[in-house]
């Protein structure tokens, strides 16, 4: 019955090192940014403002995670190198 423990640290500890490993990075932030507000609106995608958002983000890693901000709004936030676009 102690392996139990054992193996459910090991396993705790292997997720933790694959959440530190493929945590997105500021450009996978930002190009998936870039690809969801051309995906949801053709016209922002020739005004550019994808790539105009994508830019004016800063970057933020907590580790096993991360998250873009602009100004006081969460644009994207990212976890074992997925990246997900807020509203």
Same mark, same amino acid.
């Given at each position: +019955?102690?392996?139990?423990?054992? @193996?459910?640290?090991?396993?705790? %500890? ?6 530190? %490993?493929?945590?997105? $990075? ?11 507000? &051309?995906?949801?609106?053709? #016209? $922002?995608?020739?005004? !550019?403002l &994808? ?5 004016? @983000? $800063?970057?933020?890693?907590? &580790? %096993? ?5 602009? !100004?006081?709004? @969460?644009?994207?936030? &990212? %976890?074992? !190198? +997925? #990246?997900?676009v @807020?509203?």
């Amino acid at each position: +019955m102690k392996t139990k423990p054992l @193996t459910l640290a090991i396993v705790l %500890v292997a997720v933790l090192l694959l959440a530190v %490993v493929l945590n997105p $990075s500021p450009e996978r932030h930002r190009a998936r940014i870039k690809e969801t507000i &051309g995906e949801r609106s053709p #016209v $922002s995608r020739l005004l !550019g403002l &994808g790539s105009l958002a994508a830019f004016a @983000t $800063s970057c933020h890693s907590l &580790g %096993v995670a991360s998250y873009t901000t602009a !100004g006081d709004r @969460t644009l994207s936030f &990212g %976890v074992l !190198g +997925m #990246v997900f676009v @807020t509203q």
